[in-house]
């Protein structure tokens, strides 16, 4: 009977200190990392072949597509408009046509520049609301510092035993952020292909047919940036947490905002989800 108890802390032993060495790596690699993909700035558009992809000029890259493309339309238009005058149908006049043309072929050309803008802007909006938490609390809001407010909490009156309740806690979280890194990873790999989709999305208002692709695109684009204002709000919510008995279940419920953040934002505005449930990507229009 004493052999099969001692068997029995042995394992236990075993289990709790692998967990701890586990979570520990991911406490001392994960959160930097969660910082540089949740927070887009203009350094997703600095690698150097990503912009040989898109084109730094009308005649490289998917620029000089596009650009190849601008024939096909004006041929489209003359035919439509050709055949107008035959079936009574209603099409922009010929000025309306060259206009439009002139206006956002030079967008198309100007895609790279548009898009970084966009993103400055969110990116100071986002840099502004973590920079209230040093006013505020005395503390840069990132995710290491969430860190370090959870393991405060959990870590408040004795070791770690990840068969406890606090050991539940941790094992939740340390996994919900494993979850983060997938959602964000996808999330940042979407924003640099609706870059890439920018040049067709420009194209495409100049016909009335296809000015649809760019209300798509403009919304999918700007729901994938706006998501991270609502990351930094909930980490900077998760500061005003009192450090208490129960302030490790309100820090769950921040780290299970955070995973659904993409589908609040989705509900909000429209665009699409990234969020990964069950090691699946839910991408979907709305």
């Known amino acids: 009977m004493e052999n099969n108890l ?65 024939f096909g339309i004006i041929l489209y238009y003359a035919i439509s408009f050709l055949f107008s005058h035959l079936t009574y149908s209603k099409t922009d006049s010929p000025k309306q046509f060259v206009f439009k043309a002139i206006i956002f072929i030079v967008f198309m050309n100007s895609s790279l520049w548009i898009c970084e803008q966009i993103i400055n802007l969110i990116s100071l909006i986002t840099s502004s609301i973590l920079d209230l938490g040093i006013y505020l609390f005395n503390s840069q809001v990132s ?37 983060l890194i997938f959602t964000y990873s996808l999330r940042y790999i979407m924003t640099q292909i609706f870059i890439l989709l920018s040049p067709f999305a420009f194209l495409c208002l100049i016909s009335n047919s296809s000015e649809w692709f760019f209300k798509v695109w403009l919304k999918s684009f700007l729901s994938l940036l706006l998501v991270q204002i609502l990351i930094a709000l909930l980490l900077l919510l998760s500061f005003s947490i009192p450090i208490n008995s129960y ?17 609040f934002v989705k509900e909000l505005f429209g665009g699409i989800s990234t969020t990964i449930n069950s090691g699946l990507s839910t991408l979907s229009d709305k």
């Open 6 to 70: 001692n068997l029995s802390d042995i394992i236990f032993n075993s289990i709790n200190e692998l967990l701890k060495k586990l979570f520990s790596s991911i406490d001392s690699s994960i959160y930097s990392v969660l910082d540089n993909l949740a927070f887009i700035d203009n350094s997703i558009l600095s690698n150097s072949y990503f912009q040989k992809i898109l084109g730094t000029n009308n005649t490289e890259g998917l620029l000089l597509v596009c650009n190849s493309l601008v």
């Open 143 to 179: 995710f290491s510092s969430f860190l370090n407010n959870i393991n405060s909490s959990i870590y408040l009156n004795t070791e770690l035993n990840v068969f406890s309740f606090d050991g539940i806690i941790k094992s939740f979280t340390s996994f919900g952020f494993i979850n």
């Open 247 to 263: 302030s490790n279940i309100l820090y769950i419920g921040i780290v299970y905002a955070l995973t659904r953040a993409n589908s």
